[in-house]
């Protein structure tokens, strides 16, 4: 079993920055790779950004501005850093692990976290 859990989230200014931090706990998975994901009121879950196991490789989604992902394996923890922050980023942040590094797609992900608020107010 492996469990993500989330942090970071909470109540920004428009223009303002987050890091969000999904951690691992359970069987180890640290070297999986992960992505995030959000969720915006009415929306669909969309992809914001994947990195590989090692952190070597990193995919974000065009729709996305401002994001850096990273990972520290021996902390087994994943961030997200978003910066320049608009209401339209305002979701629940949503951390996801799969096996193989590359995918858009929420499907490919095994396991899920419960993800944290983002709220950016204008």
């Not at 974000?60 to 990273?70: E, I, M, N, Q, R």
């Amino acid at each position: 079993q492996v469990q993500l859990v989330e942090s970071g989230g909470g109540l920004v200014q428009a223009g303002g920055s987050l890091k969000l931090s999904c951690t691992t706990s359970g069987r180890t998975f640290s070297n999986y790779a992960r992505g995030w994901f959000r969720q915006a009121p009415g929306k669909e879950r969309e992809f914001v950004a994947s990195i590989s196991g090692g952190g070597g490789s990193k995919l974000y989604a065009d729709s996305v501005k401002g994001c850096t992902v990273s990972r520290d394996n021996a902390r087994k923890t994943v961030y997200l850093q978003m910066n320049s922050l608009k209401s339209e980023d305002t979701a629940v942040y949503s951390c996801a692990s799969r096996t193989l590094y590359g995918s858009r797609r929420r499907d490919d992900y095994n396991y899920w976290g419960q993800g944290t608020q983002v709220t950016v107010s204008s």
